[in-house]
């Protein structure tokens, strides 16, 4: 990794070449919502004045330039009879500007996921390979817990990290591409008073978070409140919608569905994201469904975001953006279920502690 | 004034230095494996019941058959093009190298229209995928099979595992239970597994027609007829989710150690690699941790019977 320090000025000088030679999608206010805030997406972008370089947060994630909610995996032609299987991995490169640290996290944890192990998936590594990310820090919404997850800052995964430290960027540079397209601009290298700034910049990101989830041996609490009533409680809230896998920036599930061409002369084995919230989802040929209730489905959404499949990945997958959080239509949001579940678990301890045999 | 040409080239997933490039893909064949199929020729189909088919197919292409090797107990996704991929436990030998057998149940989308396919038709097969009963470790001692229903499909391949090696093993007992005689599977197999290979077959059904002699009742009943010397048996067992919890727990009371308990589970399942998600079961995959878990395993899986 090498530091530089790039002024504003420059910054957008620099950010405007990038974007008008390649395909570049950049936060932009696509809306309003109901209290009259502003809605960002990564859009499109043409020019470096359509970005908008103070945003919030997305509401979906930038997990769609690796993940499309439908692509198609193979194809089929048929003749005389028989088949011919295509595959394409195709990719077309992307830069990816202004990503959060907690988003560029996730893209890891998906690579952790989808490319390491016995089968990694090429049509993900095609696109991670193909995409230039361009991070950028903010100071923390209200809502957000990345701190809690540990995903507040971000080491790798990204070509290009900029810290705001008043009319400068401070400059994490991750890959030769961004170093020599970088070269063209006006670079210094950071002094003492910069790196003051940065550490700053960074105790104030630390310091701003005001939503906190406690997340010690969470994976065992997961394990022992397996039949905890509090996932009837939220499940039976939940609408299966499966908004919050939607925007999840770590969310990777999906289905499978096979269809042919309307020319009847191929088909094509279609991959599309899918939610464990959806009633179907774990329902076998012949219509009996392991997972029934609402609560169950809901469950397996947070032990499978917090617990990480322990036996797997050993990691959480949950980044703490809290994006499932803001789009949930009945206002589940995972700080309240986790609390719900502390307070039980802390319940019973009191309740141990307090017994007579325990004196 | 700057050069403002930045241009990201493509790159070629398919070319091989980029391939084998971090992340690290040294698993070459795998990432064949991903997406491709083999190609396969329904060599013949055999009709069991009503419901249910053995499917023969062959690899067309020989070095893809010289390729494909499986364990007793892995499966493989059987794609019909158009119609989907279904997850299907291998049922035949897995020394036989030229010929795969499928034993289907006609149950969902896919497998409807597998029924409507006759010899000939070519299929693709992604896999072979899961873990394997570790039929090494369990020689040398008495296996107890059991198996509900369906449940002799994936049995039949550590099965014929063992009478093919039937020299390494001790006593074999099969007990088998069905709804009706009409619905047992593999019957033609029977003389030949009880006197050729010395396998202790006691079949049961719970309704027995006129024309049936052998006993009536659940699989259970079967337990009485049975010695188990539980310091050298391992016991395989497949069979409707309601089985799993009589038949392991009884094991179990009789002092069977969890690990020498195997159970082969079902999930639904999309991709058949750890991907989908689809098939988890507690915090492990069906597809990979799975579809052979030993007792303990399952015991400590959430929901998994």
Same mark, same amino acid.
């Given at each position: 990794m090498i530091y530089k320090v790039i002024s504003k000025k420059e910054f957008t000088g620099f950010i405007d070449a990038l974007v008008r030679s390649n395909s570049s999608f950049g936060p932009r206010q696509v809306d309003n919502d109901l209290r009259g805030n502003a809605v960002y997406q990564f859009q499109p972008v043409h020019?470096?004045?359509?970005?908008?370089?103070?945003?919030? /947060?997305? /509401?979906?994630?930038?997990k769609h330039f690796f993940l499309p909610f439908q692509e198609e995996l193979s194809r089929f032609l048929f003749h005389d009879g028989d088949w011919e299987q295509q595959i394409t991995y195709e990719a077309n490169p992307v830069v990816l500007i202004g990503l959060r640290a907690c988003d560029i996290s996730a893209l890891n944890i998906l690579d952790d996921v989808l490319l390491n192990g016995h089968f990694p998936s090429p049509s993900y590594l095609a696109r991670r390979k193909n995409s230039f990310v361009i991070g950028m820090d903010h100071l923390p919404?209200?809502? @957000?817990?990345c701190k809690s997850m540990n995903?507040?800052? &971000?080491?790798?995964?990204?070509n290009l990290f900029c810290s705001d430290i008043g009319d400068h960027y401070y400059l994490s540079i991750n890959s030769s591409k961004a170093f020599s397209f970088l070269r063209e601009f006006e670079t210094r290298d950071p002094n003492y008073d910069d790196n003051c700034m940065l550490v700053e910049r960074r105790k104030r990101i630390q310091n701003g978070f005001q939503t906190e989830i406690d997340v010690t041996a969470l994976p065992t609490i997961l394990d022992i409140e397996f039949d905890s009533p509090v996932w009837e409680k939220w499940g039976d809230k +939940?609408?299966? +919608?499966?908004t919050c896998a939607m925007v999840c920036p770590s969310c990777y599930c999906y289905s499978l569905t096979e269809s042919f061409a309307t020319s009847l002369n191929g088909a094509s084995r279609e991959k599309k994201l899918y939610s464990c919230?959806? &009633?179907?989802?774990a329902v076998v040929a012949g219509g009996?469904?392991?997972?029934?209730?609402k609560g169950d489905r809901l469950k397996y959404r947070y032990y499978h975001q917090h617990r990480g499949f322990a036996e797997n990945a050993?990691?959480?997958? @949950?980044?703490? +953006?809290?994006r499932c959080g803001r789009a949930c239509l009945a206002g589940i949001n995972p700080k309240d279920v986790i609390n719900d579940l502390r307070m039980e678990k802390e319940s019973c301890m009191t309740c141990a502690s307090s017994s007579p045999r325990k004196i | 004034m700057h050069d403002l040409r930045f241009v990201i080239p493509p790159q070629d997933i398919n070319r091989e230095d980029f391939a084998s490039?971090? $992340?690290?893909?040294?698993?070459r064949s795998e990432i064949m494996r991903t997406d491709w199929g083999y190609k396969c020729m329904v060599t013949n189909i055999v009709r069991l019941t009503e419901h249910e088919r053995l499917f023969q197919l062959h690899i067309i292409d020989p070095l893809e058959r010289a390729l494909f090797r499986f364990r007793p107990g892995q499966f493989l996704m059987l794609e019909l093009p158009g119609y989907g991929d279904v997850p299907i436990s291998i049922s035949? *030998?897995?020394?036989?190298?030229e010929f795969l057998e499928l034993c289907i149940r006609k149950v969902g989308h896919v497998t409807s229209a597998l029924f409507t396919i006759g010899e000939g038709a070519r299929v693709a097969i992604r896999g072979p995928f899961g873990s394997a009963f570790p039929m090494d470790e369990m020689a040398g001692h008495n296996i107890l099979l059991v198996a509900g229903g369906l449940g002799i499909a994936p049995l039949r391949a550590p099965l014929s595992w063992i009478n093919e090696?039937?020299?390494?093993? =001790?006593d074999v007992d099969l007990l088998y239970g069905a709804?009706? $005689? *009409?619905?047992? =599977?593999?019957?033609?197999?029977f003389e030949e597994w009880k006197m050729i290979n010395h396998i202790k077959l006691h079949t049961i059904v719970e309704h027995g027609d006129t024309g049936w002699k052998g006993q009536r009742g659940m699989?259970?009943? =079967?337990?009485?007829d049975i010695s188990i010397d539980i310091a050298k048996t391992y016991a395989i067992v497949c069979g409707p989710p309601v089985m799993f919890k009589i038949v392991c727990s009884w094991l179990e009371q009789l002092g069977? $150690?969890?690990?020498?308990m195997f159970v082969s589970l079902e999930r639904r399942m999309?991709?058949?690699?750890?991907?989908?998600?689809?098939?988890?079961v507690g915090s492990t995959f069906t597809c990979i941790d799975g579809p052979v878990f030993d007792y303990w395993t399952v015991m400590n899986l959430k929901e998994a019977i």
């Open positions: 020019s470096v004045d359509e970005i908008a370089f103070d945003y919030s /947060a997305t /509401a979906s994630s930038a919404l209200a809502d @957000c817990f995903h507040h800052t &971000v080491t790798t995964g990204f +939940c609408l299966n +919608c499966g919230n959806l &009633v179907d989802f009996h469904n392991f997972r029934p209730k050993n990691q959480q997958i @949950c980044v703490g +953006c809290n | 490039s971090k $992340p690290d893909f040294n698993r035949g *030998s897995s020394n036989n190298h090696h039937r020299d390494r093993f =001790l709804k009706e $005689p *009409s619905q047992l =599977l593999f019957t033609w197999q699989i259970t009943d =079967l337990f009485n069977i $150690p969890m690990n020498r999309h991709c058949g690699m750890g991907k989908c998600c689809r098939c988890m």
